[in-house]
């Protein structure tokens, strides 16, 4: 359970990360600002983790892991998600 306390903690960390640089240093403007940043950067590194976990032989083998959390595949999903909404916010 403590496992789970602290994997979870890790991808509110780098969504939190995420969102900040976005928004507040790279100035990117987004529908929602911070906090929908946020849950869909969120969203992003749970996705991230997923697919870590579906592919881990395969595509994120040799990046590094931290408490069981690949952080490449989480900061990927996450940057990722936060340009789609951007993308989808700017039509």
Same mark, same amino acid.
């Given at each position: 359970?403590?496992?789970?306390v602290?994997?979870?903690?890790? /991808? *509110?960390?780098?969504? *939190?990360?995420? %969102?900040? *640089?976005? !928004? +507040?240093? $790279?100035?990117?403007r987004?529908?929602?600002? /911070?906090?929908?940043? @946020?849950v869909?950067a /969120?969203?992003? %590194?749970? !996705?991230?983790?997923i697919v870590? #976990?579906? $592919?881990?032989?395969? !595509? +994120?083998? +040799? $990046?590094?892991? #931290? /408490?069981?959390?690949?952080i @490449?595949?989480?900061? #990927? $999903?996450?940057?990722? #998600?936060?340009?789609i *909404?951007?993308?989808? %916010?700017?039509?």
């Amino acid at each position: 359970m403590n496992e789970i306390v602290i994997q979870a903690s890790i /991808y *509110l960390g780098i969504a *939190l990360i995420v %969102s900040m *640089l976005t !928004i +507040f240093i $790279f100035k990117v403007r987004i529908v929602g600002r /911070y906090w929908v940043g @946020f849950v869909v950067a /969120y969203v992003g %590194s749970l !996705i991230g983790g997923i697919v870590n #976990f579906l $592919f881990k032989n395969n !595509i +994120f083998k +040799f $990046f590094s892991d #931290f /408490y069981g959390v690949n952080i @490449f595949a989480s900061l #990927f $999903f996450a940057v990722a #998600f936060i340009l789609i *909404l951007r993308r989808i %916010s700017k039509e």
